[in-house]
């Protein structure tokens, strides 16, 4: 029994149908991937750009700021150089003050002699340099001696007044750096003698010599006074 025209085109139709559904659904598939993957590569360049976008803008803050950090630091530089300036002109008028009033201070005959006084006792404890008048220091010697055997007897006191290496216009100088140095010998001298004084091997001997060196010294002023007893 053959197939009737209507049946092949019947069944030509439904071949066709279900072809043309698979052909939309290999479609439909393959748009879906390609906006997958569309989605995917836009999402990376955008990320890519955003990127580059924050690292630029994140660049040029830094730049910003290290310039307002040198701005800065250029303004309390200028700010810090005028103190100095102003610090170093107030200083310079002050000491040009002072010399004019010393100057004019030396000058009087009956207000120098006191305060001359009164600056060495306030630099009492120093070695000095003092200017021409050498007669009227000396003069002012008594005076501090006295003042010193009232005021501190329990203090020894001992002052030596240089007319050598004189200075001008009446001014004096108060020269420590000599004394600070002797001091910090001794004291360095003192820490070693303790130290020395603790090695009970060392000790003996030393003490031994300088006890030696001190009857030698003693000798040699008793024959120094007997030969010359003026």
Sequence with gaps: MGISDND????????????????NEKAEEIDAKAEEEFNIEKGRLVQQQRTKILEYYEKKEKQVELQRKIQSSNMLNQGRLKCLKARED??????EEA??????????????????KGLILQARGFSFAFANPGRLVQQQRTKILEYYEKKEKQVELQRKIQSSNMLNQGRLKCLK??????????EEARMNLNRISADSHRYPSILKGLILQARVIWLR???RAFLDPA
């Design 8 to 23: 092949v085109q019947k069944q030509l139709r439904h071949m066709m149908a279900f072809i043309e559904q698979e052909a």
């Design 90 to 95: 107030h200083l310079h008028n002050v000491l």
């Design 99 to 116: 010399r004019m009033n010393l100057n004019r201070i030396s000058a009087d005959s009956h207000r120098y002699p006191s305060i001359l």
């Design 177 to 186: 750096a000599r004394e600070d140095h002797l001091h910090n010998v001794l």
């Design 221 to 223: 002023e008793l024959f």
